[in-house]
């Protein structure tokens, strides 16, 4: 299984992120015009968004509502429970709620994947699995950013004031980050697949490529900050390894429950197990840009992702055929 | 016919456009930075003229033209009638070129929305219609500029100052809008079909998905505005659904006169009948700045393309039917 | 032949290179944000690395050392080469840097033209040819970026002062431009033609369409400086039209020696022969901003495209055919 892994880490994507950190580490003139680095977050919110509605378009609400509900479940409470770890942890409000909407969030190569690993084995999976991903992404992060945003709030009023909620749930649902993110979903549900075809050329077709310049920059800024990292290493290095298994077996076993196959309650285990680095960076950035994206990055990317691929989709498929006989 | 309707209302770019007004109705921090809304409009007129040209080399400009002086000759005309009826109606010169422009202008969707219908009704049309579009909208759209610019001036100059009226018209077609849009169109006609293959992913694949954000901007930007399209509402309103039908019967009628079939005048007036949203706009914002872009664009979006798809293409197939027999 | 000369100078992009200068000469208000214009920049230089690096992944480093290696000799040699003579031609160091890169570099379309002259014939040649591209382009803009810097740096501290060599060299591979086409140019080579499928669709289609507005922005920035033209024309003139066939004529000598075929040989010749327009200026224009761009765009893409698609493939070919019996 090391040529999945090597596959991935020497992945255009990676590589160009860490080619950001290199250039940045030897002092480069190598920089993004912010300008630019806008206008790629706001293609990507997009285009995550479009394509979580196609996706629920797709099977209808209905056809998904058990397994759907289980996802958002999990997104909801991997967030939920690594915000509560982190800040554990010690980790100040801003990286705790970033790092917990990684984890909560799903990454689309370590499910490609999984999805390899049954197809390999002839395992049967329920096709409308690949829509459980925004519906397991967008709620952990949607939390994860709320969290944050309430409890950085919360420091900068102080302690004997009062902090005004609505305004503050109404100030991070109208914030740019959820606001395209949802408002794209519900585009892309309307639409559906036919409606955004003629788009798709733009927001599916360039998403990897402008993600490559995207984390190139996030690669850049993640550098700069990376004596961060040193500080609080230890604490995450033990939070990559130990909790994604932790979220994994809570995935198969809700799956189990909402009535998934072998194969499908794998896949939900596979996701919940999961951290991203595709959607959650660009949200995050924009949501919570206080948080340092060199330490949920590297979390998920370097330590999360390998694991899951080696040892993490196997135990889950193991899980799942000992649970459903 | 209501479900053509719905789904065009429910198309993306039209969405977006919406998620921008929305946005900034509810006071959102989503926001375009100005170097990616200009980039935006230089791809949007660089392609809009590469397809026209390309469109014009396709079927020659000798088979071309009869229909293609009538397109030219009503492009011009609508822009004129437009400029002077929405003068009359004490819009100022900036906002009554914008929206003469518009109704001058060709909409893709109602095209489209045209020949499904005759499709459907296994109507024959010349095959060489889609290059009418161009021969109207870019002559209606410099129509309306040199209008507006022209009136504009004026007014700065003072009444007893002479207009300079070449360098008037020299300024008017150096300006960036026009230069991009007919420089472009020249190159698309002189490369053609085949030499513009190689960057058509680009300007002609990546447009619609283009499109999205750059009404997203629009969006924004109309928002900001919509209080003085309030002032004007009831009498733009009453020009948005009464002249169309004048526009698409004239077509029909010079479509008869240069010889094209039943479905050919149909289309003919289809197109006179359509106001733009997707070349316009894009024109105008560069071209006439002063413009209120939410006037031109709810009033073509909103009213005159519902309007256009429920009861002009219908009475336009009708109409060409009673007069070609 | 003359089809295929005006084939390419009314190809898109030099349409729209012309079109920039235009603009810039009727002092057109048609301008690109400086951000838009890094972006490109970025853009083009990631695509070209990515593309060279796949192209040598594709038929392995070993199969194609020896002509691999002629090529990079004469991409070495010819800016060398070229760097001496326009020095003695009195061209400050920033522009015989600049043109000497332009000329040791490739261009595309030569290459494509020589490509298509060879099959017309039903000439045989290696499939690797193109791979021989990167091999050339690359080690010869760097040479000449090289000397390029070491010359200014030079002139900067002043004759009695030494010259800080390994500073120099750092800095000049630590830039921006060689810094992101060498490392793109690594992750093709390591992500290969599977590895780098995904992100094709943007930096392999989206090229030749944004190589246009990117080329707009350089005709531009020509016209701006047109009259420095006027000033070393005769010289540049005389170096555009005599060194290309010395040049081409060295290529399919050392395509003989390396055992290349009459076909390989003669596409050798070509690339040395040739003068690129699309991966050198985008590298001189970060790289040595000092350089006037329509000195060496206008000589490559004006004087020696044309020489080459006339001239100089059939002298080429005959060349080769002599010498291989």
């Given at each position: 299984m090391l040529d999945v892994i090597f596959e991935q880490i020497f992945s255009p994507p990676i590589m160009f992120f860490a080619l950001g950190m290199f250039a940045a580490l030897i002092r480069s003139d190598l920089k993004i015009p912010p300008e630019m680095s806008t206008a790629m977050l706001l293609f990507l919110l997009a285009a995550i968004g479009l394509g979580g509605g196609v996706g629920v378009a797709k099977v209808g609400i209905g056809g998904v509502l058990g397994p759907g509900l289980a996802a958002t479940f999990l997104g909801v409470g991997i967030s939920l429970l690594g915000y509560t770890i982190l800040t554990r942890l010690k980790f100040d409000a801003a990286n705790a709620g970033s790092i917990a909407g990684h984890y909560g969030a799903v990454s689309a190569a370590t499910m490609v994947a999984g999805l390899a690993f049954l197809d390999a084995r002839g395992v049967y999976y329920e096709a409308?699995?690949?829509?459980?991903y925004p519906l397991m992404d967008s709620p952990a992060i949607l939390t994860a950013i709320l969290l944050a945003r309430f409890a950085i709030a919360k420091t900068k009023v102080g302690a004997d004031v009062k902090v005004d909620m609505p305004a503050l749930v109404i100030g991070s649902i109208t914030g740019k980050a959820i606001l395209l993110l949802v408002a794209s979903m519900v585009i892309g549900y309307i639409a559906g697949y036919e409606g955004t075809k003629p788009i798709m050329p733009f927001f599916d077709d360039m998403f990897r490529g402008i993600l490559c310049l995207f984390l190139l920059d996030m690669g850049i800024v993640a550098a700069a900050r990376l004596k961060e990292w040193k500080i609080v290493g230890p604490r995450l290095l033990v939070f990559a390894f130990v909790m994604p298994p932790i979220h994994g077996i809570a995935g198969v076993l809700l799956g189990t429950l909402t009535g998934l196959s072998v194969g499908g309650a794998t896949m939900l285990g596979v996701l919940a197990g999961s951290a991203s680095y595709i959607s959650a960076p660009a949200a995050m950035r924009a949501a919570i840009p206080e948080a340092n994206p060199s330490l949920s990055l590297v979390a998920s990317v370097a330590l999360t992702f390998p694991f899951n691929i080696i040892i993490g989709i196997p135990l889950y498929y193991i899980v799942a055929q000992i649970l459903i006989v």
């Open positions: 409308f699995v690949p829509a459980l």
